[in-house]
DNA sequence: CCCCAGGAGAGTC
DNA sequence: GACTCTCATGGG
């Protein structure tokens, strides 16, 4: 087992694993475990000190993008002078964007739309208990995101079964699209207008669920995912007029470009938090 | 029992 | 291009 011990004000693991972009994670003793693919690590914060636990530290290190400084991101956002996008960075300083799995991220985001957090939870962890990889870490069973071919492998009533809904077909021919040799992690490559036109080519992905696929899963920071969440604090607390998603999210991209991914996530978190 | 959730596809005009 | 309807299912 090795370890990384980073400042809290620099990693706050509940802001940082519970603000909505990743779903696999588990509040376990004082801290949480948090799988990625096959991998574990369990984090706990103390002192002051956030550590970071894991036989694969530099996969984590990676994950939790720790060579980013985030002191100069917050402070170009400070820039802009919005009251409520300030608030929003005040109330989560140690929130970090995290550099997760491209396709794990896209099947998380199709089980996404229409949907809850708790039940995507719910739904992707079925997923992997029936289909991934068992892990033993610290003492406790996880399972791993299960491979495409695994995932292709399953019928339409094996989905409906887990309780997915109608995005059982989605997952299904996603599955077999990128089992069929489709090189899906090769777009990482492509600007992110490029990538998202490739992204709505694909059955049940639109252009919320692209937006958030490029940004949680390719790291590209101009994507602003307008979901229900946005869209209402965008007209409530940010003065806006537009009323069309694709719209709000064009508007706020060409606002606070290669920090909207960023923008996004602080305000995002903060709205869900005050309506808890 | 109701409305809602990190929406998208299909149909209509 | 713009509405509108429908799609399962659990949370609150």
Redesign the pocket.
């Known amino acids: 087992m090795e370890e990384i011990t980073v400042r809290t004000e620099d990693l706050s693991v509940k802001e940082t694993l519970e603000?909505?972009?990743v779903f696999r994670y588990f509040k376990s003793g004082k801290g949480y475990t948090v799988i990625s693919l096959n991998k574990c690590a369990y984090l706990y914060e103390e002192n002051g000190f956030t550590h970071i636990l894991s036989n694969d530290i530099n996969y984590f290190y990676n994950y939790f993008d720790l060579g980013r400084d985030y002191s100069k991101i917050k402070q170009d956002i400070k820039s802009f002078n919005i009251e409520y996008l300030d608030k929003s960075v005040e109330a989560s300083k140690g929130l970090r964007l995290l550099r997760q799995d491209p396709v794990e991220t896209a099947f998380s985001?199709?089980i996404?739309?229409?949907?809850?957090?708790?039940?995507?939870q719910?739904s992707i962890n079925k997923i992997c208990e029936n289909c991934g990889e068992k892990l033993e870490f610290l003492n406790e069973t996880y399972y791993a995101f299960p491979s495409v071919e695994t995932l292709a492998d399953k019928s339409v009533e094996f989905y409906?079964?887990l309780?997915?809904?109608?995005?059982?077909e989605?997952i299904l021919r996603f599955a077999k699209l990128l089992s069929g040799g489709f090189d899906f992690n090769s777009l990482c490559n492509f600007s992110t207008p490029q990538i998202e036109k490739e992204l709505?080519k694909?059955?049940?992905?639109?252009?919320?669920?692209?937006?958030?696929i490029t940004l949680?899963g390719f790291y590209k920071y101009d994507s602003?995912?307008?979901?229900?969440?946005?869209e209402?604090l965008y007209l409530e607390n940010l003065g806006g007029t537009e009323k069309?998603?694709?719209k709000i999210s064009e508007e706020l991209v060409s606002k606070f470009k290669e920090l909207s991914g960023f923008v996004?996530?602080y305000l995002?978190?903060y709205k869900?938090s005050l309506s808890k």
């Open positions: 603000c909505g972009q985001f199709i996404s739309q229409n949907n809850n957090i708790k039940r995507i719910n409906k079964s309780g997915l809904g109608y995005r059982n989605y709505l694909i059955h049940g992905i639109g252009k919320k669920v692209a937006d958030c949680f602003f995912p307008v979901d229900t969440w946005i209402k069309d998603r694709k996004q996530q995002f978190y869900r």
